[in-house]
C-alpha cells in the first residue's frame, strides 16, 4: 500500500474529488485525466477490486435513477464524473485499517462534535458488519449456505436480535473508550509533515489546473 499517513491519504482524495466535481459540463478531456488519476490512485492504494466493482455497482444504479431523467447526454457525463469520484473516495474506505476512521478525520477543519458524531458511527459500522459476519457464519455451521439460504434465515427476529447484539457490543466498546480517557478527541498528532504537505500542496495544485483548464479551453 501507499506509504503515506491516513490524514494526507484522506486529503489527497478529496483534492481529486472536488476537482472532478467542479469540472465544467462536457468537458471530457479533462474528466478523462481525472479518470486516469483515479485508475493510478486505485493501483497506489491496492483497493480490492472485486469488492470495489460490487459497491460500485449498487451505487450506480441509484445515481442512474437520479441522472437520467436529466437527459442522455448531460446524464452520461454525470455518471461518468460521478463514477470517478466514487472510485477515488471508495478506494481509500476500502483501504482503511480496522479502527482508523477517527485518525484520518481528525485532520479535516470540522467542528469537535462532528468530528465525534462521525468517529462513534464509523465505529458502530465496523461493530454491525462484524456481528453480520458472525451471524452469517452462525447459519453456514447450521447448514444454511448461499444467498437464497442467508435471506430466509434473517427474518425480522434476527434482525432484531442484530440490533441488540450490535447495540450492547457498541455501548461496551464506548465505555472502554472512555475509561481510557476518550473525551471526544483522539490523542494523536494529525499535523502533516513537511514532504507531505509538499505532496499536498503539489496535488492541489494539479487539480486546480485540470479543473481551470476545463473552463478556458475551447
Not at 450490535?166 to 494529525?190: F, H, K, N
Not at 513537511?194 to 489546473?209: D, M, N, V, W, Y
Request: with cysteine; hydrophobic share 55%.
Amino acid at each position: 500500500m501507499l506509504n503515506l499517513s491516513l490524514p494526507l491519504r484522506l486529503q489527497l482524495s478529496l483534492v481529486m474529488v472536488i476537482g472532478a466535481a467542479l469540472l465544467k459540463h462536457y468537458a471530457w478531456l479533462s474528466l478523462g485525466i481525472y479518470g486516469a488519476i483515479a485508475v493510478i490512485w486505485v493501483w497506489l492504494l491496492h483497493a480490492p477490486v472485486r469488492n470495489l466493482t460490487h459497491l460500485l455497482g449498487g451505487e450506480l444504479i441509484f445515481l442512474s435513477l437520479v441522472a437520467l431523467p436529466l437527459g442522455w447526454e448531460r446524464a452520461s457525463f454525470l455518471m461518468v464524473r460521478s463514477l470517478i469520484c466514487l472510485i477515488i473516495m471508495n478506494s481509500f474506505l476500502l483501504t482503511l485499517p480496522p479502527h482508523s476512521f477517527g485518525i484520518a478525520l481528525k485532520i479535516l477543519p470540522l467542528p469537535a462534535p462532528l468530528k465525534e458524531n462521525l468517529l462513534l458511527a464509523g465505529q458502530y459500522l465496523e461493530i454491525l458488519l462484524s456481528e453480520v459476519t458472525r451471524m452469517q457464519r452462525s447459519a453456514q455451521l447450521r447448514g444454511i449456505t448461499g444467498a437464497a439460504g442467508w435471506l430466509r434465515y434473517t427474518s425480522a427476529a434476527m434482525i432484531g436480535a442484530l440490533y441488540l447484539r450490535s447495540l450492547d457490543r457498541a455501548e461496551r466498546v464506548y465505555t472502554a473508550m472512555v475509561a481510557r480517557g476518550y473525551r471526544g478527541q483522539l490523542p494523536i498528532d494529525s499535523l502533516l509533515k513537511p514532504k507531505e504537505r509538499l505532496t499536498l500542496f503539489a496535488a492541489s495544485a494539479i487539480a486546480t489546473s485540470i479543473t481551470l483548464h476545463s473552463y478556458f479551453s475551447v
